[in-house]
């Protein structure tokens, strides 16, 4: 008789059938050492909670994945869960004002400092396609400045020398490569890229292109890269110089370095900045927030304003809204990004312990919960030396993880409020008997 087939084997057979590759994202490189082609998705995440997925067959995951940084406040957080479950029978959708959405721009003009004005996406990717928008309708300019390796969502407009390139085959800055095939070649016409964290490399590019650029779009802390003390604080002054706004990235950073975002911790101010990730607790959310001139554009009653198209079914969600709301009540509490830096912190610490007890040197890049690493006897500051150090490492690693009990992959580790000692211990034990191995 033939086996019966687990529910998992019949969903991964649908996922086969039926989603290109078997799963929901699309990778243009592979990480080393691992060939051409990547394994198939061979598990699905059934339910989770605080720092854990269980999987559909029942296994239990410590997730250092986190929906991609989204749930900082921890899978399932009864507030946020309470909150939103009282909003599904409120309303769920109105394209139109709703209470949690003005309270929510209220709160974070409240506390994110280049905030004056807030519109709210589903994304960091929509919110990104509709920023440049309104920079380039102010500038009347088309061109941006974009770091190597920074990502900043899925826009064509932006898909160049990120994270996901093939940075062997990256031409020398300022010219850009774009990373997929499928990006139209006029594209490329209006990016230039610089190396990261190098302030006189920039200066010189922005100086060249000042009479070209929309603005200079900066990832404050680069795919867990932080940059050395000055560079930000020099890229303000270079943009104040030539007249250019300055853009923070803050999806990643945005409510997780603090309430206040990268630009509070740092002590520099963007002209306009991008949220989204944490900030939802795992809802959908994506956030554009500046000045009351730089957002002129998004108001359609500006005097003589250049009015940019902004529109969408689901823009302003209130489901996604209550959850942010909750979100911040609960980040706004004493102790949590104490405890969230601490974590991570000890983490960074602890990575950097087991690899040299394996005799192996490696540089953590992070700040408090943005944890990265590189394995390499010097420093790390740029998206090039971080891709020219030994990459083997971590991608074995990061295979090794799962049999370890651990969701999460080489590098670039999510925490959340739910991560406690237990969690970091599990971590650390299973990076020790991978490193073991
Ligand atoms: C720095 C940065 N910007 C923008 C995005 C895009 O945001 P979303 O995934 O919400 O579209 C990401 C996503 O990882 C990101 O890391």
Same mark, same amino acid.
């Given at each position: 008789m033939a086996a019966i087939a687990s529910d998992t084997d019949r969903l991964l057979a649908l996922a086969r059938a039926h989603l290109p590759g078997g799963g929901i994202w699309t990778f243009?490189?592979?990480?080393?050492?691992?060939? /051409?082609?990547?394994?198939?998705?061979?598990?699905?995440?059934?339910?989770?909670?605080? &720092?854990?997925?269980?999987? $559909?067959?029942?296994?239990?995951?410590?997730?250092?994945?986190?929906?991609?940084?989204?749930?900082?406040?921890?899978h399932g957080h009864p507030e946020v869960v309470a909150a939103v479950t009282a909003q599904v029978a409120r309303v769920v959708n109105a394209s139109h004002l709703t209470p949690p959405a003005v309270e929510l721009s209220a709160r974070i003009c409240a506390?994110?400092?280049?905030?004056?004005?807030?519109?709210?996406?589903? @994304?960091?990717?929509?919110?990104?396609?509709?920023a440049l928008r309104v920079l380039r309708a102010r500038a009347g300019r088309d061109r941006i400045l974009k770091f190597e390796g920074a990502f900043h969502g899925g826009n064509d407009a932006t898909l160049f020398n990120t994270s996901f390139g093939d940075v062997p085959t990256?031409?020398? &800055?300022?010219?850009?490569?774009?990373?997929t095939p499928g990006t139209a070649r006029s594209e490329a016409a209006n990016v230039?890229?610089?190396?990261?964290?190098?302030?006189?490399?920039? #200066? &010189?590019?922005a100086l060249a292109h000042r009479d070209e650029l929309a603005a200079i779009l900066c990832e404050p802390v680069m795919r867990g890269i932080a940059a050395r003390p000055g560079f930000l604080e020099g890229l303000r002054e270079l943009a104040d110089e030539i007249h250019v706004p300055l853009v923070f990235?803050?999806?990643? $950073? %945005?409510? #997780?370095?603090?309430?206040?975002?990268?630009?509070?911790?740092?002590? =520099?101010?963007?002209d306009l900045a991008l949220f989204g990730k944490a900030l939802g607790s795992?809802?959908?959310?994506? =956030?554009?927030a500046g000045s009351e001139e730089?957002?002129?554009?998004?108001?359609? %009653?500006?005097?003589?304003?250049?009015?940019?198209?902004?529109?969408? @079914?689901?823009?302003?969600?209130?489901?996604?809204?209550?959850?942010?709301?909750a979100t911040l009540d609960i980040l706004s509490r004493p102790g949590a990004y104490e405890h969230l830096h601490a974590w991570g912190n000890r983490l960074a610490e602890g990575l950097r312990e087991a690899f040299a007890r394996h005799g192996i040197t490696i540089q953590p890049t992070g700040v408090g919960p943005i944890?990265?690493?590189?394995?390499?006897?010097?420093?790390?500051?740029?998206?090039?030396?971080?891709?020219? $150090?030994?990459?083997?490492? /971590? @991608?074995?690693?990061?295979?090794?993880?799962?049999?370890?009990? =651990?969701?999460?992959?080489?590098?670039?580790?999510?925490?959340?409020?739910?991560?406690?000692?237990?969690?970091?211990?599990h971590m650390l034990d299973a990076v020790e008997a991978i490193l073991a191995r």
């Open positions: 243009a490189t592979r990480p080393p050492g691992f060939g /051409k082609t990547l394994d198939l998705p061979d598990f699905l995440i059934e339910r989770a909670d605080g &720092a854990y997925v269980w999987t $559909t067959d029942g296994e239990r995951l410590l997730d250092l994945v986190l929906g991609s940084g989204t749930v900082l406040t921890g506390v994110v400092p280049c905030a004056e004005r807030v519109r709210f996406f589903n @994304s960091g990717t929509e919110a990104w396609a509709v990256w031409a020398a &800055a300022p010219i850009p490569t774009p990373d230039i890229t610089a190396p990261y964290d190098d302030i006189d490399a920039t #200066r &010189a590019i990235d803050e999806v990643i $950073t %945005g409510f #997780r370095l603090g309430l206040g975002g990268a630009q509070a911790h740092y002590g =520099v101010t963007p795992g809802f959908p959310i994506g =956030v554009i730089v957002m002129e554009p998004l108001d359609p %009653g500006a005097p003589d304003g250049i009015r940019v198209v902004a529109e969408g @079914s689901t823009l302003a969600n209130p489901l996604s809204a209550t959850a942010a709301l944890v990265e690493y590189y394995v390499s006897d010097s420093p790390v500051h740029d998206y090039r030396t971080a891709l020219a $150090t030994d990459l083997v490492p /971590k @991608s074995r690693l990061a295979a090794g993880m799962r049999r370890h009990g =651990v969701f999460g992959g080489g590098g670039r580790y999510n925490c959340s409020l739910a991560h406690g000692d237990a969690e970091l211990a």
